[in-house]
């Protein structure tokens, strides 16, 4: 049976592996059941994305993933700016354990896009950053990256340029690549599209008859004559 904790960490892997997206909604019941546990321990983890930021809570409508808005993503990733570099800024030089596991988390990032599976390679570019602030021993600032979280290739072969950066002992720099890497990827949050609150309401009122015309006469049963279309 798992633990509150490890429920909110299941939750926060799946929004990473962008399998639950922002604005989805946290049923307490589905949850339990999904996990075989009582109502309150998914209260519980729900509680401690709440304190995160992670999740939102409606009196009325129940729990759903946060769903930021364009100032707040930019705000966070001004936030993991500040808190990335610096991370680099401080370091002297990586130790061999931690380069190597740098590079196995990289290995498994191309095996993923080579792969396909999409939901893991977003989880490991997610993660990549959570990863090197664990690896420099810095468990709070992994889990602050972890909650503060382009095209799949380009932001991999980023992350490697950066360990090779940390592998030569290039601080200066790894810490150069490191903001650049953030910022093209700030920059590639959609300002332009609003989401249209309507979609899935509009696509399900579409005029029946149309869609059924646009299929063509072959494909029509018998039964269903130009009388029963017009």
Not at 34 to 39: A, E, I
Not at 145 to 155: F, K, P, V, W, Y
Request: aromatic content about 4%; proline content about 5%.
């Amino acid at each position: 049976m798992p633990t509150s904790p490890e429920i909110a960490q299941r939750i926060v892997e799946a929004i990473l592996a962008e399998k639950l997206a922002p604005g989805s909604r946290l049923g307490e019941q589905p949850l339990a059941d999904l996990f075989k546990v009582s109502r309150t321990l998914v209260r519980e983890a729900l509680m401690r994305l709440a304190a995160r930021g992670i999740v939102t809570v409606n009196a009325r409508r129940g729990w759903f993933v946060l769903e930021p808005s364009v100032t707040e993503a930019r705000e966070a990733f001004e936030a993991r700016q500040v808190i990335e570099t610096g991370l680099l800024r401080q370091l002297k030089s990586l130790p061999p354990e931690s380069l190597k596991r740098l590079r196995g988390h990289i290995f498994r990032e191309k095996q993923a896009i080579k792969s396909g599976d999409v939901g893991n390679r977003s989880y490991l570019l997610g993660d990549f950053h959570v990863c090197l602030a664990e690896t420099l021993g810095n468990s709070l600032l992994a889990d602050t990256l972890r909650d503060l979280t382009h095209q799949a290739e380009q932001s991999c072969r980023e992350h490697e340029d950066i360990v090779a950066a940390l592998a030569k002992g290039d601080m200066a720099r790894a810490e150069r690549l490191m903001r650049a890497h953030i910022g093209a990827v700030e920059a590639g949050i959609d300002v332009s599209a609003t989401p249209d609150p309507l979609e899935k309401l509009r696509e399900a009122l579409q005029p029946v008859a149309a869609n059924v015309k646009s299929l063509g006469r072959k494909r029509l049963p018998k039964s269903m004559t130009q009388e029963t279309l017009s």
